[in-house]
Protein backbone atom coordinates (compact mmCIF):
# COMPACT_ATOMS: atom_id res chain seq x y z
CA UNK A 1 0.00 0.00 0.00
CA UNK A 2 1.86 3.75 -0.75
CA UNK A 3 0.87 5.95 2.02
CA UNK A 4 0.55 9.59 1.51
CA UNK A 5 4.22 11.67 2.05
CA UNK A 6 2.17 14.86 2.92
CA UNK A 7 5.42 16.11 4.95
CA UNK A 8 6.33 15.80 1.23
CA UNK A 9 3.79 17.22 -0.24
CA UNK A 10 2.73 20.23 1.68
CA UNK A 11 5.82 22.53 0.79
CA UNK A 12 5.83 21.15 -2.22
CA UNK A 13 2.43 22.29 -3.13
CA UNK A 14 2.95 25.78 -1.47
CA UNK A 15 6.25 25.90 -4.17
CA UNK A 16 3.95 24.74 -6.73
CA UNK A 17 1.05 26.37 -6.58
CA UNK A 18 2.39 30.13 -6.33
CA UNK A 19 3.59 28.87 -9.93
CA UNK A 20 0.48 26.97 -11.48
CA UNK A 21 -2.25 28.38 -9.90
CA UNK A 22 -4.40 30.15 -12.53
CA UNK A 23 -4.60 33.80 -11.82
CA UNK A 24 -7.64 35.96 -12.94
CA UNK A 25 -10.93 37.80 -11.10
CA UNK A 26 -14.79 36.82 -10.66
CA UNK A 27 -15.16 32.80 -11.82
CA UNK A 28 -11.64 32.33 -11.97
CA UNK A 29 -9.37 33.19 -9.13
CA UNK A 30 -6.15 32.88 -8.27
CA UNK A 31 -6.56 29.16 -6.41
CA UNK A 32 -2.79 29.21 -4.77
CA UNK A 33 -4.88 30.01 -1.48
CA UNK A 34 -6.37 26.23 -1.43
CA UNK A 35 -3.36 24.30 -3.49
CA UNK A 36 -1.07 26.09 -1.87
CA UNK A 37 -2.51 25.35 1.67
CA UNK A 38 -4.65 22.02 1.93
CA UNK A 39 -1.30 19.67 2.32
CA UNK A 40 -0.47 21.56 5.58
CA UNK A 41 -4.65 21.54 6.50
CA UNK A 42 -4.18 17.64 5.83
CA UNK A 43 -1.09 17.10 7.96
CA UNK A 44 -3.00 18.67 10.83
CA UNK A 45 -6.12 16.65 10.10
CA UNK A 46 -8.36 19.97 9.72
CA UNK A 47 -9.61 18.76 6.63
CA UNK A 48 -11.45 15.80 4.38
CA UNK A 49 -9.92 14.27 1.63
CA UNK A 50 -10.04 10.82 -0.67
CA UNK A 51 -7.80 9.28 2.82
CA UNK A 52 -10.54 9.84 4.82
CA UNK A 53 -12.53 7.58 2.80
CA UNK A 54 -9.56 4.72 2.01
CA UNK A 55 -11.90 1.81 2.85
CA UNK A 56 -14.71 2.57 0.90
CA UNK A 57 -12.47 3.85 -2.56
CA UNK A 58 -10.06 1.03 -2.50
CA UNK A 59 -12.30 -1.66 -1.84
CA UNK A 60 -14.54 -0.83 -4.62
CA UNK A 61 -11.62 -0.21 -7.15
CA UNK A 62 -10.18 -3.60 -6.30
CA UNK A 63 -13.31 -5.40 -6.98
CA UNK A 64 -13.33 -3.70 -10.39
CA UNK A 65 -10.05 -4.10 -11.14
CA UNK A 66 -9.93 -8.10 -10.30
CA UNK A 67 -12.46 -7.98 -13.24
CA UNK A 68 -9.89 -7.22 -15.52
CA UNK A 69 -11.95 -5.61 -17.68
CA UNK A 70 -11.32 -2.28 -15.70
CA UNK A 71 -7.94 -0.87 -16.69
CA UNK A 72 -8.58 2.59 -17.81
CA UNK A 73 -9.30 5.48 -14.93
CA UNK A 74 -10.32 8.94 -15.20
CA UNK A 75 -9.71 10.84 -12.12
CA UNK A 76 -11.92 13.79 -12.26
CA UNK A 77 -10.89 17.05 -10.19
CA UNK A 78 -7.88 16.20 -8.00
CA UNK A 79 -6.95 18.85 -5.70
CA UNK A 80 -4.14 17.01 -4.69
CA UNK A 81 -2.50 13.39 -5.71
CA UNK A 82 -5.04 11.37 -2.62
CA UNK A 83 -7.38 10.09 -5.06
CA UNK A 84 -4.64 8.88 -7.31
CA UNK A 85 -3.06 6.54 -4.18
CA UNK A 86 -6.67 5.14 -3.23
CA UNK A 87 -6.61 4.44 -7.21
CA UNK A 88 -3.17 3.06 -7.42
CA UNK A 89 -3.66 0.95 -4.14
CA UNK A 90 -7.20 -0.70 -5.35
CA UNK A 91 -5.29 -1.54 -8.41
CA UNK A 92 -1.64 -2.63 -6.31
CA UNK A 93 -4.41 -5.01 -3.93
CA UNK A 94 -5.91 -6.35 -7.34
CA UNK A 95 -2.19 -7.26 -8.80
CA UNK A 96 -3.11 -5.01 -12.01
CA UNK A 97 -1.33 -2.39 -13.44
CA UNK A 98 -4.21 0.34 -14.15
CA UNK A 99 -3.93 3.39 -16.94
CA UNK A 100 -4.81 6.84 -15.37
CA UNK A 101 -5.78 10.04 -16.99
CA UNK A 102 -5.83 12.89 -14.18
CA UNK A 103 -8.18 15.48 -14.75
CA UNK A 104 -7.97 19.17 -13.43
CA UNK A 105 -8.58 22.72 -14.19
CA UNK A 106 -5.17 23.82 -12.15
CA UNK A 107 -1.84 23.15 -13.12
CA UNK A 108 -0.79 22.76 -9.21
CA UNK A 109 -2.58 19.24 -8.61
CA UNK A 110 -1.58 17.65 -12.05
CA UNK A 111 2.41 18.85 -11.02
CA UNK A 112 1.73 16.71 -7.73
CA UNK A 113 -0.09 13.94 -9.27
CA UNK A 114 3.14 13.75 -12.33
CA UNK A 115 5.91 14.14 -9.11
CA UNK A 116 4.23 10.89 -7.13
CA UNK A 117 4.18 8.78 -10.37
CA UNK A 118 7.81 9.69 -11.45
CA UNK A 119 8.12 8.80 -7.28
CA UNK A 120 6.58 5.40 -8.23
CA UNK A 121 7.44 4.77 -11.72
CA UNK A 122 4.37 5.45 -13.44
CA UNK A 123 3.21 6.38 -16.71
CA UNK A 124 0.08 8.99 -16.22
CA UNK A 125 -1.63 10.96 -18.55
CA UNK A 126 -2.21 14.79 -16.84
CA UNK A 127 -4.72 16.56 -18.67
CA UNK A 128 -5.38 20.19 -18.26
CA UNK A 129 -8.80 21.69 -18.39
CA UNK A 130 -12.38 22.52 -17.07
CA UNK A 131 -14.25 19.02 -17.09
CA UNK A 132 -17.13 20.61 -18.86
CA UNK A 133 -14.72 21.75 -21.33
CA UNK A 134 -13.13 18.19 -21.68
CA UNK A 135 -13.64 16.64 -25.02
CA UNK A 136 -12.06 13.41 -26.21
CA UNK A 137 -13.17 10.23 -28.45
CA UNK A 138 -11.96 8.49 -26.06
CA UNK A 139 -14.01 6.64 -22.79
CA UNK A 140 -13.25 5.20 -19.71
CA UNK A 141 -13.87 2.36 -17.29
CA UNK A 142 -13.99 4.09 -14.80
CA UNK A 143 -14.32 7.55 -13.14
CA UNK A 144 -13.33 8.52 -9.49
CA UNK A 145 -13.83 11.49 -7.93
CA UNK A 146 -14.34 12.94 -4.12
CA UNK A 147 -16.34 15.87 -3.00
CA UNK A 148 -16.37 17.32 -6.47
CA UNK A 149 -20.24 18.20 -6.52
CA UNK A 150 -19.68 20.71 -3.80
CA UNK A 151 -17.89 23.22 -7.21
CA UNK A 152 -20.96 23.31 -8.87
CA UNK A 153 -24.10 25.06 -8.21
CA UNK A 154 -27.21 22.62 -9.02
CA UNK A 155 -28.32 23.89 -12.03
CA UNK A 156 -24.75 23.19 -13.40
CA UNK A 157 -24.52 19.34 -11.84
CA UNK A 158 -27.15 17.67 -14.56
CA UNK A 159 -24.44 18.94 -17.12
CA UNK A 160 -21.78 17.57 -15.15
CA UNK A 161 -23.39 14.25 -14.88
CA UNK A 162 -23.84 14.04 -18.25
CA UNK A 163 -20.53 14.65 -19.19
CA UNK A 164 -19.36 11.44 -16.66
CA UNK A 165 -21.96 9.68 -18.44
CA UNK A 166 -20.74 9.98 -21.33
CA UNK A 167 -17.22 9.30 -21.15
CA UNK A 168 -17.81 6.26 -19.82
CA UNK A 169 -18.20 3.11 -21.89
CA UNK A 170 -21.40 1.03 -21.23
CA UNK A 171 -20.59 -0.95 -18.15
CA UNK A 172 -18.13 1.82 -17.13
CA UNK A 173 -18.34 2.58 -13.47
CA UNK A 174 -18.12 6.27 -11.28
CA UNK A 175 -17.05 5.75 -7.80
CA UNK A 176 -17.57 8.81 -5.49
CA UNK A 177 -18.14 10.39 -1.98
CA UNK A 178 -19.78 13.62 -1.08
CA UNK A 179 -21.11 15.24 1.91
CA UNK A 180 -24.76 15.34 2.46
CA UNK A 181 -25.80 19.10 4.11
CA UNK A 182 -29.25 19.25 5.06
CA UNK A 183 -29.21 23.34 4.12
CA UNK A 184 -32.47 25.53 4.18
CA UNK A 185 -31.10 26.53 0.75
CA UNK A 186 -28.36 25.98 -1.90
CA UNK A 187 -26.57 28.84 -1.08
CA UNK A 188 -23.01 28.54 -0.99
CA UNK A 189 -21.63 27.17 2.49
CA UNK A 190 -18.76 29.33 3.78
CA UNK A 191 -17.23 30.10 6.83
CA UNK A 192 -18.82 32.51 9.33
CA UNK A 193 -16.19 35.38 11.29
CA UNK A 194 -16.83 33.15 14.07
CA UNK A 195 -16.51 29.86 12.35
CA UNK A 196 -13.38 31.20 10.70
CA UNK A 197 -11.49 32.17 13.53
CA UNK A 198 -12.39 29.11 15.46
CA UNK A 199 -10.88 27.33 12.34
CA UNK A 200 -7.99 29.79 12.16
CA UNK A 201 -7.48 29.09 15.70
CA UNK A 202 -7.58 25.48 16.03
CA UNK A 203 -5.59 25.35 12.79
CA UNK A 204 -2.78 26.76 14.96
CA UNK A 205 -3.06 24.96 17.94
CA UNK A 206 -2.03 21.93 16.10
CA UNK A 207 0.23 23.57 14.56
CA UNK A 208 2.32 24.57 17.68
CA UNK A 209 1.45 21.22 19.14
CA UNK A 210 2.91 19.26 16.02
CA UNK A 211 6.08 21.59 15.36
CA UNK A 212 8.17 18.22 13.52
CA UNK A 213 5.88 18.43 10.90
CA UNK A 214 5.88 21.72 9.60
CA UNK A 215 7.94 23.47 6.89
CA UNK A 216 6.89 26.62 7.59
CA UNK A 217 6.66 29.31 10.02
CA UNK A 218 3.64 30.18 12.16
CA UNK A 219 3.25 33.84 10.85
CA UNK A 220 3.27 32.41 7.41
CA UNK A 221 0.60 29.52 8.16
CA UNK A 222 -1.90 31.79 9.81
CA UNK A 223 -1.95 34.25 7.15
CA UNK A 224 -2.58 30.98 4.58
CA UNK A 225 -5.05 29.49 7.35
CA UNK A 226 -6.29 32.88 7.20
CA UNK A 227 -6.88 33.48 3.45
CA UNK A 228 -8.02 29.65 2.94
CA UNK A 229 -10.92 30.66 5.58
CA UNK A 230 -12.06 33.41 3.62
CA UNK A 231 -12.37 31.78 0.36
CA UNK A 232 -13.42 28.10 0.95
CA UNK A 233 -17.09 27.78 0.58
CA UNK A 234 -18.97 24.71 -0.85
CA UNK A 235 -22.23 24.47 -2.56
CA UNK A 236 -24.53 21.47 -0.90
CA UNK A 237 -25.73 18.31 -2.11
CA UNK A 238 -28.99 18.30 0.70
CA UNK A 239 -30.20 15.01 0.39
CA UNK A 240 -29.75 11.59 -0.38
CA UNK A 241 -32.49 11.36 -2.67
CA UNK A 242 -31.09 14.55 -4.47
CA UNK A 243 -27.37 12.66 -4.77
CA UNK A 244 -28.93 9.68 -6.31
CA UNK A 245 -31.68 11.68 -8.23
CA UNK A 246 -28.88 13.64 -10.09
CA UNK A 247 -27.02 10.29 -11.76
CA UNK A 248 -30.17 8.43 -12.41
CA UNK A 249 -31.32 11.54 -14.24
CA UNK A 250 -28.49 11.50 -16.39
CA UNK A 251 -28.70 7.83 -17.35
CA UNK A 252 -27.18 6.11 -14.78
CA UNK A 253 -28.00 3.10 -12.99
CA UNK A 254 -27.07 3.33 -9.26
CA UNK A 255 -25.64 -0.15 -7.87
CA UNK A 256 -24.94 1.12 -4.08
CA UNK A 257 -25.03 4.54 -2.12
CA UNK A 258 -24.21 3.85 1.76
CA UNK A 259 -23.92 6.29 4.46
CA UNK A 260 -20.16 6.46 5.54
CA UNK A 261 -18.24 7.69 9.12
CA UNK A 262 -18.98 11.28 10.36
CA UNK A 263 -16.45 13.29 10.38
CA UNK A 264 -15.31 13.79 14.05
CA UNK A 265 -17.97 14.62 16.28
CA UNK A 266 -20.87 17.01 16.55
CA UNK A 267 -19.81 20.44 17.29
CA UNK A 268 -21.48 23.93 18.16
CA UNK A 269 -22.32 26.43 15.21
CA UNK A 270 -19.49 28.85 16.18
CA UNK A 271 -16.66 25.87 15.46
CA UNK A 272 -18.57 24.73 12.36
CA UNK A 273 -18.70 25.36 8.69
CA UNK A 274 -17.78 24.31 4.80
CA UNK A 275 -15.40 21.54 6.63
CA UNK A 276 -17.68 21.26 10.02
CA UNK A 277 -17.04 18.09 12.36
CA UNK A 278 -20.15 15.69 12.30
CA UNK A 279 -20.66 16.48 8.35
CA UNK A 280 -22.12 12.91 6.86
CA UNK A 281 -20.65 11.41 3.57
CA UNK A 282 -22.36 9.02 1.01
CA UNK A 283 -20.68 7.12 -1.19
CA UNK A 284 -21.91 6.56 -4.66
CA UNK A 285 -21.36 3.37 -7.35
CA UNK A 286 -22.93 3.81 -10.45
CA UNK A 287 -22.92 2.24 -14.07
CA UNK A 288 -23.52 2.86 -17.27
CA UNK A 289 -25.74 0.29 -18.57
Request: net charge negative; proline share 7%.
Amino acid sequence: MIDEPLTLLAPLASETGAIHCRDGDGPDPKCSWYHGTLEYLRLLDLVISPAAHRDFFVSRIQALAEDRSFRSILISGAGDCSMMIQVLNGFGAAAVEPDITVLDRCGTPLALNRWLAEREDLSIEIIRSEILDFDTDRTFDLICTHCFLGYFTPDVRPALAAKWFSLLRPGGRLTTVNPIRDTPDYALVQFTPDQAASFVDRALKAAESRPDMMAVGLDWFRQRVRTYAANFGSFPVRSGDEFRGLFEAAGFTVEAMNLLHLLGTPTTPSTSGPTELGLKFMSMAAVRP
